[in-house]
Nanobody, 124 residues
Framework: QVTLVESGGGLVQAGGSLRLSCAAS????????MGWFRQAPGKERRFVAA????????DYEDSVKGRFTISRDNGKNTVYLQMNTLNAEDTAVYYC?????????????????WGQGTQVTVSS
């Protein structure tokens, strides 16, 4: 069983930054690939970024490349999403997800465990 708890969401002006955190209660956190997804009102949950268990490989959705950075601290069982140059289109609930896999996935089906989400609102 894996429990994920996101934090760090909030209201920010366009052009600003936020850092999301996801704390995992799990043994051997480094065995899990981790991902961030987001869901805007009335839209499907979509992939944002992912990172392998050891942190050596990352992947990003095209619209966030160069603005968002995913990282992890396996000593703290935590994965982060640094979000810079935010715009209104980034407004969504952001979800952390975990997969017991050595590969990172970009689809919801590839992840078994999910957090409750944290709201990010960007005002223009």
């Amino acid at each position: 069983q894996v429990t994920l708890v996101e934090s760090g969401g909030g209201l920010v002006q366009a052009g600003g930054s936020l850092r999301l955190s996801c704390a995992a209660s799990v043994v051997r956190f480094s065995m899990y690939a981790m991902g961030w997804f987001r869901q805007a009102p009335g839209k499907e949950r979509r992939f944002v970024a992912a990172i392998t268990g050891a942190g050596g490989e990352t992947d990003y959705e095209d619209s966030v490349k160069g603005r968002f950075t995913i990282s992890r601290d396996n000593g703290k069982n935590t994965v982060y999403l640094q979000m810079n140059t935010l715009n209104a289109e980034d407004t969504a609930v952001y979800y952390c997800a975990a997969s017991r896999s050595i590969r990172i996935g970009t689809t919801k089906d590839g992840y078994t465990y999910w957090g409750q989400g944290t709201q990010v609102t960007v005002s223009s």
